[in-house]
């Protein structure tokens, strides 16, 4: 078992070291914020993951984790160092590499015996080399350094199992000695490791979530042509993804993308092709149909009433996907304020989100309208004239039709996740909107052969 410390404990680097602890490795987590060291330390995960708080509970009574703001000593006595601090987008849409150069000048300046460092952040293709450099260059004792790549797959939500049920582990390596350090560390993960070049593993996490964003913004292109065509983009996935080349994952339209990787990591891939000379035309294409994706139901909504002005509205999901209160992104920071400039009053719900989100929109007056948020879904409906569902949060999914009926003023909804039946909207009297659907296929809705399939899609 090996003795690791891992820098930054945002999502990242705190799941990978509760995970290294839960299969036996001795973990310490360096972050130099002392209060969330101080919250971990008292058994508080200081953001929102199911799970993961417990896992941190009963590894750090084990002894198998613990947390310092004392990076020389921690980095001093580690194995293996692994870096999984943030990588923030610049404004011009590349990635600042500030906390990463802070981490390998501490790491250079601490470290007295041979060490393997480990970079999970996300970085651009080639930050890697330059790491390893920067790390030597500012060394103080004469000790063998390596830096190796590892970038993370997990999703918000669900980032305990993604990392202890990964589908794969990519590791990026430049000697044998580093390929074999890391294979060991993950050997009881028992998960197919891939073993390829460092820059071939910087390029994989960025190639991978590229390409499952131009996934979602296929299928949001395809499902704006569905509307005008009269088609069903529900049946249209279905059909596609019993092609084991499509696959059924990731073709859900909706909304578009929201959430602290895809929107950064096209960004971060299309500045770096840039610099090359090079444009990527598919990871453009990504970024402006997920831009236009955002505002769709607000256009629609705009030419259906005269005016948001006075009106209330009800907004159900604040955060960027359920379980998560992350709002990175999400589709309610681009609506909400189009909304309030346009006068509506707002009552929001969000089971986790809405803490966060009063941080950036305090209660009361804002702009020409007024924003409130409530504790349940009811409360949001009640007396609105319009509903927008921008998350598909359980108890979201869970309303039942004739609710929205009953309790709005005039049931008009706006559904940017394609939750309901489109019938059985109907049968009650709402108007429902929703995102590529905007006929009711009888047959089908009919003999539930979607709905029995619905499962199969995720
Ligand atoms: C993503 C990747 O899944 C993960 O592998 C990577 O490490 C980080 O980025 P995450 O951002 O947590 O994870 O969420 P994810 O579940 O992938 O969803 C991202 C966004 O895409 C959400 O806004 C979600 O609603 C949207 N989405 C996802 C769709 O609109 N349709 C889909 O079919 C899937």
């Known amino acids: 078992m090996y003795k690791i410390a891992v820098a930054g404990t945002g999502y990242v680097g705190l799941v990978a070291g509760v995970c290294f602890a ?15 060291v101080d919250l971990m330390k008292s058994g508080i995960v200081p953001f929102y993951e199911p799970g993961l708080e417990d896992l941190m509970i009963k590894n750090y009574a084990a002894g198998r984790i613990d947390f310092t703001t004392d990076y020389m000593q921690a980095y001093r006595e580690a194995d293996t160092i692994f870096i999984g601090v943030g990588t923030p987008e610049r404004e011009d849409g590349s990635a600042n590499l500030s906390y990463i150069a802070n981490v390998a000048r501490q790491i250079a300046e601490s470290i007295i015996k041979d060490c393997l460092i480990v970079v999970k952040s996300t970085v651009p293709v080639g930050t890697n080399d330059k790491v390893e450099q920067f790390i030597k260059d500012f060394l103080v004792n004469d000790v063998r350094v390596e830096v190796a790549s ?6 918000q939500g669900s980032a ?6 990964a589908e794969r582990i990519i590791i990026g390596t430049e000697s044998n000695w580093a390929e074999q350090v890391l294979k060991s560390i993950y050997k009881p993960y028992n998960i197919p490791i891939i073993s390829v070049s460092r820059r071939s593993a910087e ?34 996935t279905l059909g596609m993804s019993f092609d084991s ?25 299309d500045y770096l092709a ?35 002005n006075n009106i209330k509205v009800a907004i159900l999901g604040l955060t960027f996907k359920p379980g998560t209160d992350d709002l990175r992104e999400s589709a309610s920071l681009v609506n909400v304020p189009l909304l ?21 929109y305090p209660e009361g007056k804002n702009r020409n309208g007024t924003i409130a948020y409530v504790e349940n879904v009811e409360q949001a409906l009640i007396g609105a004239s319009i509903c927008f569902i921008f998350t598909e949060w359980d108890e979201v999914k869970e309303i039942p039709p004739e ?15 394609n939750i309901y039946k489109i019938d059985n909207m109907s049968e009650v009297g709402v108007e429902y909107h929703s995102i590529g659907r905007n006929k009711s296929n009888t047959r089908l809705a009919k003999e539930s052969e979607y709905y029995k399939f619905k499962t199969y899609l995720s």
């Open 245 to 269: 080349r499509i696959g059924n994952k990731f073709l859900n339209a909706g909304i578009g993308y929201g959430g602290s990787c895809f929107p950064k990591d096209t960004k971060a891939l």
């Open 150 to 155: 590892n970038p993370e797959f997990l999703a």
């Open 403 to 417: 609710k929205f009926k009953k309790l709005m003023q005039t049931p008009i909804v706006y559904d940017g996740r």
């Open 340 to 360: 309030l400039e346009h006068g509506a009053n707002i009552f929001a719900f969000d089971p986790i989100g809405a803490k966060n989100f009063a941080k950036i």
């Open 22 to 36: 839960e299969v036996g490795h001795k973990v310490i987590c360096v972050d130099i914020d002392e209060k969330k």
């Open 203 to 236: 390029m994989i996490k960025y190639a991978s979530n590229n390409f499952l964003a131009l996934k979602i913004s296929f299928i949001n292109d395809i499902a704006n042509l569905c509307e005008l065509v009269n088609a069903d983009i529900q049946e249209v």
């Open 160 to 165: 305990v199992n993604d990392t202890l049920n």
């Open 274 to 308: 840039k610099q090359f000379g090079y444009e990527l035309k598919t990871v453009k294409a990504t970024m402006d149909v997920n831009k236009e994706q955002q505002t769709k139901l607000f256009k629609k909504a705009s030419q259906r009433l005269i005016t948001f």
